[in-house]
């Protein structure tokens, strides 16, 4: 199977642009019917008759994530709550959670976004997949379960965690697609190799679906080889999401070549978050997407804060749609330090690319009589030693890279968390 809906999938980018301007338009007048909405309307004096065509779309107004918070649990709700039939939210362990909620017909256009994904990205139906993602409040578990199970794959829910379990249960199904966050992924290549489970020769994984956090090239290649991925022809493929917008909604294909996003069901916009036109084809931008589709919460250009280089060309996989061709962070995860920005995924970027250190680490924001400080606590890998040379040279990446001082603190073999679900890679120990 190449394509999962190969008449959606590879439409000519003309026609997909007219349906994404008659969706838009039938979407706006929907939202228009929530007083949240009608509001920020009147605000800017736009009606939704003022949408007609293409340029219109920028008429219309943006939503933010504060926008979701302040209106918790229902009020950004267009649809009919008769109709609901699914809640998520984000965990809110900082605050207010950022709520989703669905109908029958909002789950089934996730369902066929995720499926397309899971074909694009090489799954077939005689895949014995573990679905690790956590079944909960977040979306990711029953984003990606609802998708595997819409291909035809046959779906292990063994949610996250268990890592014994999980691993027994690879050998005793000769499972062939793991899901789950990408720390657990490199955390339980980590246990398999300590309990001498070769992934290679004793397991029979093919492909890893892995989201709900962010991902750097070098971890992505580091579980590839781990895992057996590549080993057994195939690869890991790195998913996009964000509760606000769905859930997970994008993934890579198989040419490894962008995260597909499906422009029927999205429409993408990137700007430049100063002066909010359009970026210029190939620079990065801030991505705002409006869910085309969703009947129940649908939202109105939301204002991701992730920085992203976008690709409207089509893909060499044949597929018309957008690409996420660059993730260069989220906004939420970014750490102003001392005026400066820094983005754990840089921190990442550095480390991985010394096979000295183990793809466990830890970022620590500290304060020194009201000076700001950076530490990454880091470990080697088995049978590796590290000296005061290499420190320093880290160091020195680390100060050129991020732009501002940061001290490497080499900590034992197991000193550091390991995680089953999402990483907390920062420690903010600042008053
Ligand atoms: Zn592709």
Redesign the pocket.
């Known amino acids: 199977m190449l394509f999962y809906n190969e008449h959606w999938e590879t439409m000519p980018q003309d026609q997909l642009k007219e349906v994404q301007l008659e969706k838009f338009k039938k979407q706006v007048k929907r939202i228009y019917g929530n007083a949240f909405y009608k509001n920020r309307f009147d605000e800017i004096g736009v009606t939704p008759d003022d949408i007609k065509n293409w340029e219109d779309i920028k008429k219309a107004p943006y939503t933010f994530k504060k926008d979701l918070r302040e209106n918790y649990p229902l009020g950004l709700m267009s649809g009919n709550w008769d109709e609901v039939v699914r809640i998520h939210m984000t965990s809110g362990t900082t605050g207010v959670p950022t709520p989703m909620i669905y109908t029958k017909n909002d789950l089934d256009v996730w369902a066929e976004c995720m499926a397309r994904n899971f074909v694009?990205g090489g799954l077939k139906k005689s895949d014995i997949v573990q679905q690790a993602h956590g079944y909960g409040l977040f979306t990711g578990g029953f984003g990606f379960h609802y998708g595997l199970e819409r291909v035809g794959a046959k779906v292990i829910p063994t949610s996250s965690g268990g890592t014994e379990r999980q691993l027994r249960l690879m050998q005793e199904w000769s499972t062939t697609v793991f899901t789950g966050t990408p720390s657990y992924a490199a955390y339980i290549a980590e246990i398999a190799i300590e309990r001498g489970i070769d992934p290679v020769k004793d397991l029979k994984l093919r492909l890893g679906f892995h989201g709900g956090e962010p991902c750097s090239d070098e971890l992505r290649q580091r579980i590839d080889e781990r895992l057996g991925y590549k080993a057994h022809g195939g690869g890991m493929r790195v998913c996009y999401g964000l509760t606000e917008v769905g859930g997970p909604i994008g993934m890579?294909?198989?040419?490894i070549?962008?995260i597909?996003l499906w422009g029927d069901h999205f429409l993408l916009e990137v700007l430049d978050p100063e002066t909010l036109e359009d970026v210029e084809a190939g620079k990065p931008g801030e991505l705002v997407i409006t869910n085309l589709s969703f009947e129940a919460m649908p939202i109105l250009r939301y204002r991701t804060g992730d920085r992203v280089i976008v690709s409207f060309d089509t893909?060499?996989?044949?597929?018309t749609h957008p690409?996420i061709i660059r993730f260069l962070g989220r906004v939420d995860d970014m750490l102003l330090v001392s005026g400066t920005n820094v983005f754990p995924s840089q921190v990442e970027y550095v480390l991985l690319q010394h096979p000295e250190l183990s793809e466990n680490w830890q970022l620590v924001v500290g304060d020194n009589k009201g000076l700001h400080t950076l530490k990454v606590e880091v470990e080697p890998v088995q049978g590796v030693q590290i000296d005061n040379t290499f420190v320093a040279q880290v160091e020195k990446e680390l100060h050129s890279y991020l732009e501002i001082t940061c001290k490497v603190d080499l900590k034992p073999i197991g000193a550091l968390s390991r995680f089953e679900g999402k990483a907390i890679r920062v420690r903010d120990e600042r008053e």
């Open positions: 694009a890579d294909c198989e040419s070549n962008g597909h893909c060499e996989c044949g597929r690409r």
